[in-house]
């Protein structure tokens, strides 16, 4: 079974960064654009970034643009999220999913999810 495992979160001062870690199994981690979203209590789970199979391509959402940065080691199957001048608002688990197909800034878009890391970013 596919397994994806989040790690990194825990409780940051607000202005502080984090760097999260994605590690996943059986896949063809190469071939699989990888994303990132977060629900914080009371919403629904949205989009932050995603990255392609190779690397090459990026996205991210309005909300962490500038401040987010996306990465893959596909030797460690592993994917990283590392987030800069963290906020408040920025409180949310995050989980990191994997598709077989296309790198997808939508939840519909992937096949396989991660139980995700608390961040906690104080004031």
């Known amino acids: 079974q596919v397994q994806l495992v989040e790690s990194g979160g825990g409780l940051v001062q607000a202005g502080g960064s984090l760097r999260l870690s994605c590690a996943a199994s059986?896949?063809?981690?190469?071939?699989?654009?990888m994303g990132w979203f977060r629900q914080a209590p009371g919403k629904g789970r949205e989009f932050v970034g995603a990255?392609?199979?190779?690397?090459?391509?990026?996205y991210y959402a309005s909300s962490v643009k500038g401040r987010a940065t996306i990465s893959r080691d596909n030797a460690k199957n592993t994917v990283y999220l590392q987030v800069e001048s963290l906020k408040p608002e920025d409180t949310a688990v995050y989980y990191c999913a994997a598709s077989l197909y296309r790198t997808s800034t939508m939840i519909s878009g992937y096949d396989y999810w991660g139980q995700g890391t608390q961040v906690t970013v104080s004031s």
């Open positions: 059986e896949l063809t981690f190469s071939s699989n654009g």
């Open positions: 990255v392609s199979g190779s690397g090459g391509a990026t």
